[in-house]
């Protein structure tokens, strides 16, 4: 692998012939850049590699950086560009303009039409960088968008459309699971995944790595069990029954805690398959009681358990812990126990970014872990050179014998710093500890502002002022990431930022990010440490005797570069331990991601599919094929077939009748005679559709076939994940788990493609009988504008009394009036159904107008604007969108044209509604349709 110093000065190289251009590009005109931009495009188009114009490209985006941002591009922001578009991660210490750096690649690729995307970590940070890089993409002629979490499915497809989407990473993978959920093309909002550009990268593909991204639904109710599970869990003790792995934060239970366990649930051994659910349970509870502490890992707020992302101290909003972890600490914190969901799709983030064409990344410190982004992600981690040297003074850490000692000392410093008047930046590694030095200042007099978990609304806008002049700032972790703190020459002159850290962090990333607060762009500053006997870390790496002996210290530290090195080793064995963590989670979600793969692309090909013939073919050979083994039965070590209880099984029900002899049976391969039943079973099932129109039947295959997809992946995704919370068992028997896993997972595969044909089959079959026998085509009419004005006219009703209250009393009348003559009794009748199903159309249309104002009435007026005077009887959706676009213009801002668009969806959905209640309108009773007289189909075939 080539060095980084032999990289860098390879990308210097190109970056200097970039400069080069600049003369030449400022010539151009301003409207010159769009121009160019579609020269690029066409090259591109027509076979060029978009890299053989990777100069001249970043010259044109560098010069309109120039004249839209008033930013000229360093030598070092196109070398990091230069990185990002080969794929890697760029390093780029803070200040050196990541965001500036992003700009290149992106338009580069973006010239491809295949779309680019920009990953950050918050939708704060997504919204200002596409606004302000928005300005220069739309000066050279590069549409951009915004995805969010709020957006309609509409508004998601339309920025997901433009060359360059800008979005969160836990919304894009989310994004990714729906349009593998739809059962309509259209419904999908992704593009396919092309190139991204993750901002903050070690965050999101070493952080985020650990927990994989859900989507539930349904629900399962259990809460008796959790409380139980819970109150067994509070009988226990550290050490008498429990042990507690500090190092990885995972609790067994020891010989005397499974007996307890056997005795509390009456069991007779706690590990029989049959108590895999008691004792996924009890594990849960473990966790919740001994390993998740409150304020660390998560957070009460108004009886509701939020989880706390442990880099940032953010909470982690719309998150929660799944497999049940959730409800164990909704039982141990005493709050409301929610039904658990049950898992309808999930992927890691290092199975969602290994489907990108490309990817790459900033961030300011990922050197640590380049061997888990390499493993990982193929990707490698340059380091860029600074654009000024770094003068920050990076202190030996002072490490005392009590956390009390500690935060005296941090206190006396903070205030001899804050008389002079420098600023002071002090990084916490939990909201507990966040909390518990603010109590300190406090008591000290001292004035500050404060962003965690807890507090982070202000959070960009703190973290922008923690440079200015005795500005005291306490945030938790890297709370504020991606916002710069700007020094003045005042502060300066004063030595610059302070930053103070208390209690070493986990990964050394993570400290250097912190120290990274402080020096940007060649500006002075100062880092410490206070370290203590009591930090966690401290804890999970030393012996009780070593701890002890610091003690004796009292107030007074230790200030040695030799145990701050031991510090620094104990980090990069957590690191070790973190990543065996994170590359086991991959390990087991691999399997996943092989089965994942073949359901999505299977799924796939059933949603863009114009005829399914081909695919009703697999499933019935499959189905035929399992039929043959289910009555085969074992004889002297062989199985023989059993001609007659198969012939019994399919005769008229899958193959027609009288097509096989148990002649038939004798002396051929199962595959050979699982072929020649599926072609049977096809022939029957065409004979079966025939007089059903083809777009019908086609809508009715792929909801069928889609919907026993759908139901068995969801119970894969459950029995595999039970599978993995209990094979480390396996371990006791002298076995690989993950080898047992793969064996397991594999066969359970198996069963389920077998079941899924075998439903398909089955209910295509009963689906079409149910149609062609209750349900025959002359039953089937569709109503029309003109019908719902005839029979207004016929029955002497007008627009104003369409209601049941209304309709129902005119059609007691008229049919008293004709109740002798039953050929217009039946007409009233057929009539009289269609104008209730109309009546009840509107009334969910009056529902849905309802609710909505119940949320915003703003909303239900701009759906009363869009549809005017309008009859909803007879507004098309061309009229909808028209009126839309209309009123779109006169959009004062954002959020009132996303006001707009939620009208217009929910208008849509009514008219599509009120367009299919025509189209498939059924009559309800066959005995009415078998006792018409001719005259009354003739009625029928007239309102059609």
Not at 187 to 208: F, G
Not at 349 to 368: C, D, E, H, P, V
Not at 599 to 625: G, H
């Amino acid at each position: 692998m080539i060095s980084d110093k032999r990289l860098i000065k390879r990308y210097g190289q190109i970056a200097d012939k970039i400069i080069e251009l600049e003369p030449e590009m400022r010539k151009l005109k301003d409207e010159d850049f769009k121009v160019k931009t579609q020269e690029f495009k066409d090259l591109i188009a027509n076979g060029t590699e978009p890299d053989s114009l990777l100069i001249e490209a970043y010259a044109l985006v560098r010069e309109a950086a120039r004249r839209v941002l008033g930013l000229n591009a360093y030598r070092v922001q196109l070398i990091g560009g230069i990185i990002l578009n080969s794929g890697d991660i760029a390093e780029m210490r803070t200040g050196e303009g990541k965001t500036l750096t992003g700009i290149f690649p992106a338009y580069l690729n973006a010239l491809t039409g295949k779309g680019v995307h920009v990953v950050t970590v918050n939708e704060y940070l997504s919204k200002r960088d596409s606004e302000i890089n928005g300005q220069v993409y739309d000066f050279l002629g590069i549409t951009v968008g915004l995805n969010g979490s709020r957006l309609s499915k509409w508004e998601k497809k339309e920025a997901y459309e433009k060359d360059i989407t800008y979005t969160t990473n836990s919304e894009l993978g989310f994004d990714y699971l729906r349009d593998n959920m739809v059962t309509d093309p259209n419904q999908r909002v992704q593009r396919k995944l092309n190139y991204c550009i993750i901002d903050e990268a070690d965050s999101v593909l070493i952080d985020e790595a650990r927990t994989p991204l859900i989507i539930s639904g349904g629900s399962t109710s259990r809460k008796n069990m959790y409380k139980t599970a819970n109150n067994f869990a509070l009988t226990l003790k550290e050490h008498d029954d429990v042990d507690i792995d500090l190092e990885s934060k995972q609790v067994y239970l020891n010989e005397q805690g499974m007996k307890k366990a056997n005795e509390f649930f009456s069991l007779k051994n706690l590990f029989a398959l049959e108590n895999t659910e008691i004792f996924h349970l009890i594990m849960n509870a473990l966790k919740a009681q001994f390993v998740f502490k409150e304020g660390i890992e998560y957070t009460v707020r108004d009886g509701e358990i939020l989880l706390i992302d442990q880099f940032t101290g953010r909470i982690m909003e719309g998150r929660s812990y799944s497999d049940g972890l959730q409800q164990a600490l909704q039982a141990k914190e005493n709050v409301e126990i929610e039904e658990e969901t049950v898992t309808l799709a999930t992927i890691t983030y290092q199975n969602f970014y290994r489907l990108y064409s490309k990817i790459a990344g900033m961030t300011g410190t990922a050197k640590t872990e380049e061997e888990e982004f390499i493993k990982i992600y193929n990707t490698r981690v340059v380091v860029t050179p600074t654009n000024k040297p770094v003068i920050r003074k990076d202190e030996p850490d002072l490490t005392f014998g009590s956390k009390n000692a500690a935060l005296k000392k941090l206190v006396k410093d903070v205030k001899e710093t804050h008389k002079i008047g420098a600023p002071i930046l002090i990084g916490t590694t939990s909201v507990e500890s966040s909390e518990q030095i603010a109590r300190y200042l406090s008591k000290a007099g001292l004035k500050f502002e404060t962003i965690n978990a807890k507090n982070h609304d202000r959070e960009a806008e703190i973290v922008a002022k923690a440079g200015q002049l005795g500005a005291i700032t306490l945030a938790t972790n890297m709370a504020g990431r991606g916002t710069d703190i700007k020094l003045s020459d005042d502060v300066k002159k004063l030595g610059g930022l302070r930053v103070f850290g208390v209690e070493r962090n986990e990964a050394r990333r993570i400290d250097n990010q912190l120290r990274g607060r402080s020096g940007r762009q060649g500006d002075p500053g100062l880092s410490r440490f206070y370290i203590s006997m009591d930090d966690d870390l401290m804890i999970r790496f030393t012996v009780p005797k070593q701890r002890q002996r610091f003690k004796s210290l009292g107030d007074d530290y230790i200030k040695s570069r030799l145990f701050t090195r031991a510090i620094t080793n104990n980090q990069k064995k957590l690191e070790g331990m973190n990543f065996d963590q994170r590359k086991n989670v991959l390990d087991y979600d691999n399997i996943l991601a092989q089965q994942r793969e073949i359901i999505y692309a299977q799924r796939e090909d059933i949603l863009e599919a114009t005829d399914l013939t081909v695919a009703i073919k697999k499933f019935q050979v499959t189905t035929a094929y399992e039929l043959i083994e289910k009555h085969s039965t074992e004889v002297h070590g062989e199985k023989t077939l059993n001609s007659e209880s198969l012939l019994k099984a399919i005769d008229g029900n899958l193959v027609p009748k009288n097509r096989f002899t148990v002649q038939d049976f004798y002396n051929k391969e199962k595959m050979d005679l699982a072929i020649e039943m599926a072609e049977s079973m096809m022939k029957l099932y065409k004979a079966r559709i025939s007089d059903i129109p083809e777009d019908v039947a086609l809508n009715m295959e792929r909801k069928v076939i889609l919907d026993s997809f759908d139901k068995y992946w969801t119970k894969h995704l459950d029995l595999a994940n039970k599978l993995k919370s209990g094979i480390y068992l396996q371990q006791y028997a002298q076995n690989n788990p993950l080898a047992i896993y793969v064996e397991q997972a594999t066969s359970l595969f198996n069963k389920m493609k077998v079941n899924i044909a075998d439903e398909i089959v089955n209910n295509l079959s009963n689906v079409i009988l149910k149609l062609v026998e209750e349900e025959p085509r002359e039953e089937r009419i569709e109503i029309t504008d003109k019908d719902i004005e005839d029979i207004l006219n016929e029955t002497g009703l007008s627009k104003d009394d369409i209601n049941n209250s209304a309709i129902n009393k005119r059609f007691d009348e008229l049919e008293k009036e004709f109740k002798e003559d039953k050929p217009k009794l039946r007409r009233l009748r057929i009539q009289r159904d269609i104008m209730l199903g109309l009546v009840m159309e509107l009334e969910r249309r009056e529902q849905m107008i309802s609710e909505s104002s119940a949320e915003n009435q703003e909303i239900t007026r701009l759906i009363k604007q869009i549809q005017k005077e309008r009859d909803i009887t007879t507004i098309t959706i061309e009229e909808v969108q028209a009126d839309f676009e209309k009123i779109a213009k006169k959009c004062k801002d954002a959020d009132e044209l996303h006001k707009l668009s939620i009208a217009r969806d929910i208008l849509l959905e009514l008219v599509q509604r009120m367009d299919d209640f025509k189209k498939q309108a059924r009559f309800e009773s066959k005995k009415k349709a078998e006792d018409a007289t001719e005259e009354d189909q003739k009625v029928k075939v007239r309102i059609g």
